[in-house]
């Protein structure tokens, strides 16, 4: 008997936008995503958005942009530290820029198949280092780790309240952990490639 591969990623289509806002709102709140953000990145030529399936169904999505060093405060936001100085000095950086996987699909390796289609992404596209601000929540814990350290990435400078100045939102984010305003921070994450 031949044995079926279960799990798949691809690019995102337009049908699916709905699946990815759906998971979005759940793992990473309400106002993180719309579906503009969606819509846009299908037709962007710097941002791509893969999607993976289990079994033929929705899992999970990671978005992400490709930029030059004078978009870093625009995209990054980092305050300035030796990541920075680094980053400023490459021609084309990646960024890992939101992953999530439907909470029941979670821990299958969805998270690791969605990161590997993005990195073989990224090196299709030519960048030079790839990077993710990744979210540690109030209880310190940083869901994307174990991925991102897999992936080869070291972790760099933590910036408190991050989410409410990344999400255009009254009042602040409206976090899945600890409400609003977030009081999550990011961590940065980052390797050469
Ligand atoms: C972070 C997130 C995307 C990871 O997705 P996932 O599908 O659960 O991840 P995976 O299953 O691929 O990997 C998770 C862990 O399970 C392990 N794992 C994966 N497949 C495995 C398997 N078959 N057997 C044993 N362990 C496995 C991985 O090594 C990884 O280890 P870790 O605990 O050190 O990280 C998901 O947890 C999520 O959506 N969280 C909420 C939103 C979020 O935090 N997004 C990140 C924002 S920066």
Redesign the pocket.
Same mark, same amino acid.
């Given at each position: 008997m031949k044995c079926r591969r279960l799990i798949f990623s691809r690019n995102l289509a337009a049908n699916e936008i709905q699946n990815a806002l759906d998971?979005s709102k759940s793992? =990473?709140g309400d106002d993180y995503l719309t579906e503009k953000n969606f819509l846009e990145t299908i037709n962007s030529q710097s941002a791509f958005c893969k999607v993976v399936t289990y079994n033929r169904q929705f899992a999970?999505f990671a978005m992400c942009q490709v930029f030059g060093p004078e978009k870093i405060d625009e995209v990054l936001r980092l305050p300035d530290s030796p990541e920075k100085k680094d980053l400023l000095s490459k021609g084309k950086i990646g960024l890992l820029d939101?992953?999530?996987?439907r909470k029941d699909?979670?821990?299958?390796?969805?998270? %690791?198949? =969605?990161s590997e289609a993005c990195l073989k992404e990224f090196e299709a596209r030519g960048v030079d280092t790839v990077c993710?601000?990744?979210?540690k929540n109030t209880g310190g814990e #940083?869901? #994307?780790?174990? %991925?991102l &350290? &897999?992936m080869g990435m070291k972790s760099g400078p933590e910036i408190p309240g991050y989410w409410n100045y990344m999400v255009d939102s009254p009042g602040g984010h409206d976090c899945p952990v600890c409400g609003r305003p977030c009081k999550c921070s990011a961590v940065f994450y980052g390797r050469d490639v």
């Open positions: 998971v793992e =990473l999970g939101s992953i999530a996987v699909m979670q821990n299958n390796g969805m998270g %690791i198949e =969605l993710a601000m990744a979210w #940083i869901n #994307i780790e174990g %991925i &350290r &897999r």
